[in-house]
């Protein structure tokens, strides 16, 4: 007697554990996959962060050093064979390119133009092989930021299909049977703004960073260029 | 040169979805300390047992008969035994320190008297008398004296343990609003439900608010409904509490009453 009047209560427990073990196992998976997204992206955005803030503050160093007055050889004695930055590294290209084109007997008065437009190639590629490696994983963050709601609401569709479903099968249209299913599937949705905000808003910030970065790139390597060209031009002279 | 997994974000990453669905777990610490809530009172309706409904009533009676009379040897099991029901013996235990007082009144003026009547034999024998028993009434005096001591550490404790809900008071309230309840016993499954219920009081013992803990339930079972309506028309059609005062009005504010018909059935 006590029973059936017990079975008839649902158990209501609201809990964000208990919603996710209450779903169908296809919202489900759709919760772990945001789950997952969300820990990537943030894993991602908390990398880019910090190593943009060390790379600028490296640019910083670097550009000290080199415009400090020392003889550009001591300092490519300095940075050595692996330079540990972007714009280290845009450095050495350079400078080897000009050693071993002034070391492997390409005639100078031939070759200074020559010469100039090799170095600019060899430090844009340089560049632009940096800057890649900066860019990569910012494809993810930015689907992450415009998938995530799609799946979180292809979740919550999912999960109030099967709720109409369950209500058509036990003809009970109370509150209380209702409710449970509808808060299960809106909790898919839930997890995919919460996957999308935050990768939305680092997204902008990382990339605008990025740019911010990569102009700074260039202009160093402008600068480097137009320094090694005056040489050349008072080398051949 | 550049890493190419990101371990720092990752493990920052980790730490910081641990710290969130900790939070989400068990909920923002320090948010709500500043407010200092009284938990409310949790009353059984009917009450189960009926010991602790039953002494009560008997143990202030045994107080107030040997205390003019021989206080030396029953007081002190009447001040041990019944801690809960400190409140009621202040008031009789605050009377016998006036009594001392007026028992030593008479003593002071015997004195002036003794020169005066040194006249016949029957004054000396009255007064002989009289004096035996000042007497007697000395002799009891000292103890009395010691006893006041007692109830003075009684009544330092009695403000700590008026604070909470005393026994009798929580008693009194079930029994006042069991008074009123009808229950339908021919409900099925009435004997295995019980309905609990929150219940706001103003000041006056007046019923505030009245709410269902278990609102589910409530929409759902057609005989837990019918229970339930019982337990607030026997909440709400019993007027006001008359044991609430201004004293005990906070710890009765919110009461949590547990109606189970199973006491009452059987």
Known sequence: MESTALATVPVVNMSAWALFMQADIIVKAVMIVLAGMSLWSWAIIFDKIFRLRSLFKQAEQFEEKFWSGQSLEDLFERVGQRPREPMATIFTAAMREWRRSSKGGVPVATGTAMLHERIDRVMKISLEREMDHLNRRMIFLASTASASPFLGLFGTVWGIMNTFTAIGASSDTSLATVAPGIAEALFATALGLVAAIPAVIFYNKISSDLSRYALRLENFAGEFGAILSRQLDVKSA | MLRD????????????????????????????????????????????????????????????????????????????????????????????????????????????????????????????????????????????????????????????????????????????????????????????????????????????????????????????????????????GCGKIPMITPANYATFKEMVLNFSPQGRIN
């Open chain 2, 5 to 236: 997994t990101p371990n720092t974000g990752l493990i920052a990453s980790v730490a910081l979805h641990a710290s969130v669905i900790a939070v989400a777990w068990m909920g923002v610490p320090f948010l709500h300390k500043t407010v200092v809530e009284t938990p409310p009172v949790f009353m059984e309706i009917p009450v189960i047992s009926e010991v602790t409904a039953a002494p009560p009533p008997p143990t202030p009676e045994p107080i107030k008969e040997p205390e003019p009379v021989t206080p030396t040897t029953e007081q002190p099991p009447a001040a041990e035994a019944p801690p809960s029901d400190a409140m009621p013996p202040p008031p009789e235990k605050t009377s016998p320190p006036e009594e001392i007082k007026k028992a030593e009144v008479p003593i002071v003026k015997p004195p002036p008297r003794k020169p005066a009547p040194p006249d016949t034999k029957k004054r000396d024998v009255a007064m002989l008398q009289d004096l035996l028993k000042d007497m007697q009434k000395n002799a009891p005096k000292p103890k009395p004296q010691a006893e006041s001591k007692t109830t003075d550490t009684a009544k330092n404790l009695a403000p700590t343990l008026g604070e909470r809900a005393t026994m009798t008071e929580k008693d009194a309230i079930v029994k006042h609003i069991e008074s009123c309840w009808r229950i339908d016993p021919g409900t099925e499954g009435v004997a295995n439900m019980a309905v609990e219920a929150r219940v706001f009081l103003n000041p006056d013992g007046s019923v505030q608010k009245f709410e269902f803990v278990d609102m589910a339930r409530y929409f759902v079972d057609a005989q837990f409904r019918t229970l339930a309506n019982s337990a607030r028309n026997a909440v709400l």
